[in-house]
T-cell receptor, first 109, second 117 residues
């Protein structure tokens, strides 16, 4: 069993729809990162959070430490949101980052 | 203004060759990283340097040797390249004040696609 599980693996949405990506992990963490990888390959760090919720523009990230679960929400999705979204929990012991396999999001106009 | 830059962007080479990938950050960050993204798109940390000192060294073959001449640069040298080294290599940086790695947002370079023939 992978230490980090993301769901869904692939997601297709119509422009304007609300999108949710889920991330479950098995180790105790000190923080969790969400990354976005563009179709061209570039990677952008979206959020680092250790509790509660963070919001940046149309993106919202939440985390439940007790349930070992985090979600990334995209409101009013747009075709430019099409990318791979990667969850990366940071272990409390040693601070090692482990990366999920990513969720490929396609937003159609 | 590019925050984290890598050169080259593409690198095609023969098995057995030695090659280097360069990384520079102009953010004034203390920590830099090298990641490898395999064909299945999984990212794995390879190395982390803080102020030119190695702080993280995952299970990476000795053929891979990072070099940090100053805290703004972290280069990756690979000896005796093998087919399995083909991947995209990402450099990243973050500003941290101690050796608790990855406690801050990381800024990634554009990646270097290495193809070993």
């Amino acid at each position: 069993k992978n230490e980090v599980e993301q769901s869904p693996q692939n997601l297709t949405a119509q422009e304007g729809e609300f999108i949710t990506i889920n991330c479950s992990y098995s180790v105790g963490i000190s923080a969790l990162h969400w990354l976005q990888q563009h179709p061209g390959g570039g990677i952008v760090s979206l959020f680092m959070l250790s509790s509660g919720k963070k919001k940046h523009g149309r993106l919202i990230a939440t985390i439940n430490i007790q349930e070992k679960h985090s979600s990334l929400h995209i409101t009013a999705s747009h075709p430019r949101d099409s990318a791979v979204y990667i969850c990366a929990p940071q272990a409390a012991a040693g601070n090692k980052l482990t990366f999920g396999g990513g969720t490929r999001v396609l937003v159609k106009p | 203004d590019t925050a984290v830059s890598q050169t080259p962007k593409y690198l095609v080479t023969q098995m057995g060759n030695d090659k280097s990938i360069k990384c520079e950050q102009n953010l004034g960050h203390d920590t830099m990283y090298w990641y490898k993204q395999d064909s299945k798109k999984f990212l794995k940390i390879m190395f982390s340097y803080n102020n030119k000192e190695l702080i993280i060294n995952e299970t990476v073959p000795n053929r891979f040797s990072p070099k940090s001449p100053d805290k703004a640069h972290l280069n990756l040298h690979i000896n005796s390249l093998e087919l399995g080294d083909s991947a995209v290599y990402f450099c990243a940086s973050s500003q941290i004040s101690d050796f608790s790695a990855w406690t801050d947002t990381q800024y990634f370079g554009p990646g270097t696609r290495l193809t070993v023939l």
